[in-house]
């Protein structure tokens, strides 16, 4: 609980620190008078190692994406012809600005909910905000330093959309970059300004939570619309609303009508937009100086986990970290108490646990539905094409799918994480993780072959059949991965110097994504062999039975896996 601190300061303080008077006891500038001075040598060195950062990705981008830029400044200097490509930009730009910017707006939401605008280090938490300091003064620079890294990172982004409207035709560089110019200094910062009240207030943190899946569905039908749109199929009716639908539609009208499409109301479109951002960041101002300390000090704490954690490319502790501050961060909700009949077989105690825990955490099921459904939308839109645009359609789809059955293989993931939580089982740790699996199996075949019914309608009832084969070798490729172990650093040095650098990166990636890898290649390629002619009963039993061995020899490795990270010497 928080009160306003007496002397007529307005500023927030814990319950559990004493209140102070700003007229009796104001050490403010004496204190970052002193912290500026003794951190002249941390700042310098800071400078230095973002120069060094920046010096490191201007020199890789220039050695990787120099040829690309070249030959593209080439054909543009020849008068290459990108106007089939603006066609479709031009038809999709409504539905697709709101996608993204909608999308941008939900990743600010969700940033907040562990993050957020006000992330002050935890030495400033743990020191400067104990001593008798304003916080406005403390915390408020924060918040314009997030507005503006957002928004300088905004207008790169907008000039670099100017070049690609000029290119394709739609439109001058200049009057392009005018038309995106409202979207690019507002958006963001509506968007830190959105974040900011999130993360003050645990209501809005609760509904942001809650509200989540259901945003996530709704750009999921943005893009679908957005495919649809960049082929020629346009609803008037719905561009409008989406138009008007809120910041991402007002800020979407200028670039709509810059590249010929209909967008009258954009004069009072750009001064809503204008007036909503002014508003957002008063309020957000007010707010930056009213977050308790408790919570500034969790947050500090996350952020230097996850900082620390990706540099040493352990992406699951990181996810960890953000799981933890999820589960105690404002808005948090309870677990589903669930139960179940006990099983009276204790080869089935693994089983119900699983189960258990999906049904606690229907988020996991959800997340598995959704990228289901992405994984159907683009299965059915690349049997369409032949050619390349069908084998990446398909790699796209093997890999959401990959995802949607990883989704339900969280229990294992857990189990890994640390390896003394295995002491209740009955089984041996290689055994446990290979039974891990039994539950995204059944459960993935099952939304599989619910997702593969439209095409059997349509007339393709080989889906039946191959995509639930699809979904046991994603199992078995989650639980592999997840027994794969700490990320081996090591092999990001090869010692072997080519034109391209050293490959240690790529022996990196390929040994840390072996299992994705390995089942989607091997599963893109029966598929292509299916697919590229008429699929027959043998073609498909072929599938199959190749998915079956795929599974069998996922799994052998996986326990080879399992049994090093209890032995790290076998």
């Known amino acids: 609980m928080s009160h306003d601190a007496p002397g007529g300061a307005g500023e927030v303080l814990d319950a559990d620190e004493p209140a102070w008077s700003e007229e009796e006891d104001d050490r403010t500038a004496e204190a970052l008078r002193w912290l500026r001075e003794k951190r002249k040598a941390h700042r310098r060195q800071k400078g230095r190692d973002v120069a060094v950062l920046i010096y490191s990705v201007v020199l890789l981008g220039g050695a990787y ?207 809503l937009l204008v007036l909503l951002t002014a508003a957002g960041l008063v309020r957000g101002h007010r707010d930056a100086a009213l977050v308790p300390t408790a919570q500034l000090r969790r947050r500090a704490v996350t952020a230097q986990t996850v900082s620390s954690v990706m540099y040493s490319a352990e992406l699951r502790a990181a996810k960890l970290a953000l799981m933890d501050a999820a589960a105690d961060g404002p808005g948090a909700g309870r677990t589903r108490r669930v139960r179940l009949p006990r099983p009276r077989s204790k080869y089935l105690v693994v089983v119900w646990r699983d189960l258990l825990s999906l049904l606690r955490t229907p988020a996991r099921p959800a997340k598995a539905l959704m990228w289901l459904a992405c994984a159907t939308a683009v299965a059915a839109l690349g049997v369409q094409f032949s050619g390349a645009a069908r084998v990446i359609g398909l790699v796209a789809a093997l890999l959401l799918g990959y995802v949607a059955v990883g989704a339900l293989a969280e229990p294992a993931r857990l189990e890994t994480d640390d390896v003394r939580r295995a002491a209740w089982s009955p089984f041996r740790f290689r055994t446990l993780m290979l039974q891990h699996a039994v539950v995204p199996a059944v459960l993935g075949a099952l939304l599989a072959l619910l997702a593969a019914v439209p095409f059997a309608v349509a007339g393709e009832p080989w889906a039946l059949v191959l995509m639930p084969a699809c979904a046991v070798p994603f199992a078995a490729t989650a639980v592999f991965s997840a027994s794969r172990g700490p990320a081996r650093l090591e092999l990001m040095f090869s010692g072997v110097t080519t034109p391209m650098g050293d490959l240690g990166p790529l022996r990196f990636f390929a040994w840390y994504a072996a299992g994705p890898l390995v089942s989607v290649g091997v599963l893109g390629v029966v598929l292509y062999g299916v697919l590229r002619r008429a699929p027959d009963a043998g073609s498909v039993a072929v599938a199959a039975v190749v998915a079956a061995a795929l599974t069998a020899g996922l799994l052998f490795f996986a326990a080879r896996a399992a049994d090093r990270l209890v032995r790290p010497g076998s």
């Open 65 to 271: 994406g120099g040829g690309y830029t070249v030959d593209f400044l080439r054909r543009i200097r020849l008068g290459a012809d990108y106007s089939a490509v603006g066609a479709h930009v031009q038809g999709a730009l409504p539905a697709l600005f709101t996608l993204l910017t909608a999308a941008l707006a939900l990743l600010a939401a969700r940033d907040a909910l562990w993050r957020g605008p006000v992330v002050v280090p935890a030495p400033s938490v743990g020191w400067l905000l104990t001593h008798p300091v304003r916080r406005a003064v403390v915390l408020r620079p924060w918040f314009w330093l997030s507005a503006g890294v957002s928004a300088a990172t905004a207008l790169t982004a907008a000039c670099a959309a100017a070049v690609v409207l000029r290119v394709l035709g739609l439109a001058s560089l200049g009057g392009a970059f005018l038309a995106l110019l409202p979207a690019a200094v507002c958006l963001p910062l509506l968007a830190v300004a959105a974040g900011m009240a999130v993360e003050h207030r645990a209501g809005l943190a609760r509904f942001v939570r809650r509200f989540s899946p259901l945003a996530v569905v709704v750009l999921m039908l943005l893009a679908g619309q957005t495919a649809a749109a960049a082929y020629g199929h346009r609803s008037a009716v719905l561009e409008q609303v989406e138009l008007w639908s809120g910041p991402w539609g007002w800020a979407a009208q200028p670039v709509v009508s810059a590249t010929g499409g209909h967008a009258p109301g954009r004069p009072a479109a750009v001064v």
